[in-house]
């Protein structure tokens, strides 16, 4: 492969990289570098993320500027604050020898009047979020109606999260003869239909298939019943001793919901959402950065800027809404060459969503089962005894020797060793000793014939509990969703009675609702959910009057990491919680 000096970049630019230890270009810079400085040319360039896209179209931006006018010439635009504030640091650092260029970040969170004062200043480069932006032009704060080139960067998260029509202002405002560099992971429909509306005749680039995944990442599913959702993610975490990962959740409150739980079970983790400030979003980063937090749960849109090399585990607790969100996903490991892997946590009835997502990444996912207690111990204790070899010795350690040799006196090397790694051992061994296969295959599916279950169309419920219980309609089809974890209108019919009702789902969530309520208990007695056959329904009117709503999280099994006493992590024994009126 070329050197970056084979691809025409100029002595300054060379010297910031030599100084930076980039040797060998990535596949997209080596192809689009080349192409963006022989010509003024419009560019779509496919990419995965984590492969030097930033160098990609910054190395030749900043060899196209002329850093002695102080005209903004060039507008990049990236979905998130941390990916603008990122991209303006690499820029910075690509152009650290060429005197009198300036980047400036733009941004949501910080002082309007103060960015543009920096513009004011003189700012070659503009570097923005497109809601700052369009807010920017709006003020008349700053000026773009002479820039050269407009590149956008991740193109298809900007659109996935409702900038299309902040884009499209944006780009209105701009120079018809400027130049436009697209980058993007994937090519949806509205990013085609903003090259097609913005670009003329762009040269095209992809790396590995169009909407491939990077071939550095692992694609594992492990499929559970929705109840153990929870319970498998800890497993893996203590299959991986030495993970650090991203964890995907599909709303703010679920991502800080499973942080929590991480946190009290004695995991080192921390939750990254929409709801956080600034100063907490940024709290959160560097600790993650600095490997402080070895488990970040994460909304998509709140992950955009997460730039981290060495992620090990990608682990979707749920899966995204839209399938292409799983190629940015798995996109946070595997990073500059290296390996990782992206698990996801999945039931039965997502199966098909696998499905689809090999079609998107070209790659297949390996089904695997979700460790046992036993060998989760197995792979503590030799991990621990790696650990030990490993150490390095602090001789600080030796003045203390004599009185530790003098309390060891009377134990033999293996009775000592015997010991030493019970330590560790123990607390891993009493808490999965009872513990049950978490594989939601071969598990019993309520009193139903499986056989007899609908492959398509809805079906209908009968469940044991009703108004007797302090259920109406509305509070019966919340639970409903929360404990199964499924979307707002996935549950529907909802027909109360007094000491039992009936609900209906489509077909395709039949297996995991039956095998949720297999063991189920509310009170101390059995919650059942069999295939009804009855075919009317409809949800009724909203009784008046308070309801029970089980918390499905206050059971859920302390960890091993916590120190605090472990429960079956089998056991399903749900107290009731009424609600107020």
């Given amino acids: 492969m070329s050197k970056f000096t084979d691809l025409g970049l100029n002595e300054a630019l060379i010297r910031a990289i030599e100084d930076m230890g980039f040797e060998t270009p990535s596949d997209?810079?080596?192809?689009?570098?080349?192409v963006l400085l022989e010509k003024e040319t419009d560019l779509v360039a496919?990419?995965?993320?984590?492969?030097?896209?930033?160098?990609?179209?910054?190395?030749?931006?900043?060899?196209?500027?002329?850093?002695?006018?102080?005209?903004?010439?060039?507008?990049?635009l990236s979905p998130t604050r941390e990916l603008c504030l990122q991209i303006t640091q690499e820029l910075k650092n690509y152009s650290k020898y060429i005197k009198g260029l300036n980047v400036v970040a733009i941004y949501g969170g910080a002082s309007i009047t103060e960015q543009a004062r920096e513009i004011k200043k003189g700012a070659q480069i503009v570097v923005a979020t497109p809601g700052r932006m369009q807010d920017m032009v709006n003020r008349n704060l700053v000026d773009i109606t002479k820039i050269e080139y407009c590149i956008l960067d991740e193109a298809d998260e900007m659109l996935n999260m409702g900038f299309y029509e902040d884009i499209t202002s944006i780009l209105s405002h701009t120079p018809q003869e400027k130049n436009t560099w697209l980058f993007s992971a994937t090519m949806p429909r509205e990013v085609a239909r903003i090259a097609k509306e913005f670009m003329y005749d762009p040269a095209e680039i992809t790396v590995g298939s169009k909407n491939s995944g990077s071939e550095n990442v692992q694609h594992e599913f492990y499929m559970v019943f929705g109840r153990d959702r929870y319970l498998a993610l800890k497993r893996l975490a203590d299959a991986n001793p030495d993970i650090f990962s991203v964890i995907f959740c599909r709303t703010k409150r679920d991502t800080q919901s499973v942080a929590e739980k991480l946190i009290e079970d004695g995991y080192n983790a921390a939750a990254l959402h929409g709801d956080l400030?600034?100063?907490?979003?940024?709290?959160?980063?560097?600790?993650?950065?600095?490997?402080?937090?070895?488990m970040l749960v994460a909304t998509d849109v709140a992950a955009r800027g997460i730039d981290v090399d060495d992620v090990t585990h990608v682990i979707n607790y749920q899966l995204p809404d839209e399938v292409e969100t799983y190629t940015h996903r798995s996109g946070r490991t595997g990073r500059a060459g290296k390996s990782g892997i992206s698990m996801v946590i999945i039931t039965k009835s997502e199966i098909r969503k696998?499905?689809?997502?090999?079609?998107?990444?070209?790659?297949?996912?390996?089904?695997?089962?979700?460790?046992?207690?036993m060998e989760i111990c197995e792979i503590q204790m030799y991990h621990l005894a790696n650990k030990v070899k490993e150490t390095k010795i602090n001789h600080e350690i030796d003045k203390y020797?004599?009185?530790?040799?003098?309390?060891?006196?009377?134990?033999?090397?293996?009775?000592?060793?015997?010991?030493?790694?019970?330590?560790?051992?123990?607390?891993?061994?009493?808490?999965?000793?009872?513990?049950?296969?978490?594989?939601?295959?071969?598990?019993?599916?309520?009193?139903?014939?499986?056989?007899?279950?609908?492959?398509?169309?809805?079906?209908?419920?009968?469940?044991?509990?009703?108004?007797?219980?302090g259920y109406d309609w509305r509070s019966l089809k919340d639970f409903l969703k929360e404990t199964l974890d499924l979307g707002r209108d996935d549950v529907f019919k909802v027909d109360v009675k007094e000491s039992f009702s009936f609900?209906?789902?489509?077909?395709?969530?039949?297996?995991?609702i039956l095998g949720f309520f297999t063991d189920f208990?509310?009170?101390?007695?059995?919650?059942?959910?069999?295939?009804?056959?009855k075919t009317g329904g409809g949800g009724g009117r909203e009784r008046r009057g308070g309801f029970k709503k089980r918390d499905n999280n206050r059971n859920q099994q302390r960890g091993p990491r916590s120190g605090k006493?472990?429960?079956?992590?089998?056991?399903?024994?749900?107290?009731g919680r009424r609600r107020n009126r």
């Fill in 28 to 34: 997209i810079q080596q192809e689009a570098i080349p």
């Fill in 46 to 76: 496919l990419a995965q993320t984590g492969t030097g896209k930033t160098a990609a179209f910054g190395f030749p931006l900043i060899q196209k500027i002329n850093e002695q006018s102080r005209t903004t010439q060039g507008l990049i």
């Fill in 277 to 294: 400030s600034q100063n907490q979003r940024d709290l959160v980063m560097k600790s993650f950065r600095n490997k402080q937090i070895q």
């Fill in 354 to 373: 696998i499905k689809a997502i090999e079609k998107i990444i070209k790659r297949r996912f390996e089904e695997k089962s979700i460790p046992s207690g």
């Fill in 401 to 469: 020797l004599p009185a530790i040799e003098d309390v060891l006196k009377d134990l033999d090397k293996e009775e000592l060793i015997k010991k030493m790694f019970s330590v560790e051992f123990t607390r891993f061994y009493n808490y999965y000793k009872d513990t049950k296969d978490l594989k939601a295959t071969g598990q019993p599916v309520a009193n139903n014939n499986p056989a007899d279950i609908p492959n398509d169309g809805d079906v209908r419920y009968f469940i044991n509990v009703g108004e007797r219980d």
């Fill in 503 to 512: 609900f209906n789902t489509d077909a395709a969530h039949a297996e995991t």
């Fill in 521 to 533: 208990k509310v009170d101390g007695r059995f919650v059942n959910v069999e295939i009804s056959n």
């Fill in 565 to 575: 006493k472990p429960q079956n992590d089998g056991n399903r024994n749900f107290k």
